[in-house]
T-cell receptor, first 115, second 116 residues
């Protein structure tokens, strides 16, 4: 496995369900990110983790709960979501968020549909 | 006003054409400028990365940054059907301590189709 891997690729859940998205990076990076991509809207940064510590929460509702047990794994726990939360959720990693020449590497995303 | 404006297109060109993609922005603190390409059902992949103003060339791709006009461009020469994708501009600023914290602000993306 190389790069950034996200599972599942597709997820359909009801508003009362609890589910989790998983991300794993095999690049030896120190920072990991969750972005949300909705139709006809720009990518929105949700969370940033640097060396397992959360350094950014971009005013995300508490029904989204991130977890970063180590620098290679990132989870997004979902509960009591709303239909407007349906989107493509992208995980990304970078070597060092403070390093100017450290671009983001994205996974292929999880397509989430909330019914 | 959005921080980053990008015409969503769609843009359709014949194979071999020169493609010009553009973004404007309002935040004068942006220092790093990127272009990502996103194929259908895939995540964005980095195409070009530039710091401050100037040009950068990589094969058929040229990125230009004009900070005085708050305007960035991506040119694709000799476009191919395999270039058909959504192109996203992204940019970031320097915060306290001289770090960007990986916080990128994206444009909406331009859908490009190159037909044979």
């Amino acid at each position: 496995e190389t790069g950034v891997t996200q599972t599942p690729r597709h997820l359909v859940m009801g508003m009362t369900n609890k589910k989790s998205l998983k991300c794993e990076q095999h690049l030896g990076h120190n920072a990991m990110y969750w972005y949300k991509q909705s139709a006809k809207k720009p990518l929105e940064l949700m969370f940033v983790y640097n060396f397992k510590e959360q350094t950014e929460n971009n005013s995300v509702p508490s029904r989204f709960s991130p977890e970063c047990p180590n620098s290679s794994h990132l989870f997004l726990h979902l509960h009591t979501l709303q239909p407007e939360d349906s989107a493509l959720y992208l995980c990304a990693s970078s070597q060092d968020p403070g390093e100017r020449s450290s671009p983001l590497h994205f996974g292929n995303g999880t397509r989430l549909t909330v019914t | 006003q959005k921080e980053v404006e990008q015409d969503p297109g769609p843009l359709s060109v014949p194979e071999g054409a020169i493609v010009s993609l553009n973004c404007t922005y309002s935040n004068s603190a942006f220092q790093y400028f990127m272009w990502y390409r996103q194929y259908s059902r895939k995540g964005p992949e980095l195409l070009m990365y530039t710091y401050s103003s100037g040009n950068k060339e990589d094969g058929r791709f040229t990125a230009q940054v004009d900070k005085s006009s708050k305007y960035i461009s991506l040119f694709i020469r000799d476009s191919q059907p395999s270039d058909s994708a959504t192109y996203l501009c992204a940019m970031s600023a320097l915060y306290a301590g001289g770090t960007s914290y990986g916080k990128l602000t994206f444009g909406q993306g331009t859908i490009l189709t190159v037909h044979p």
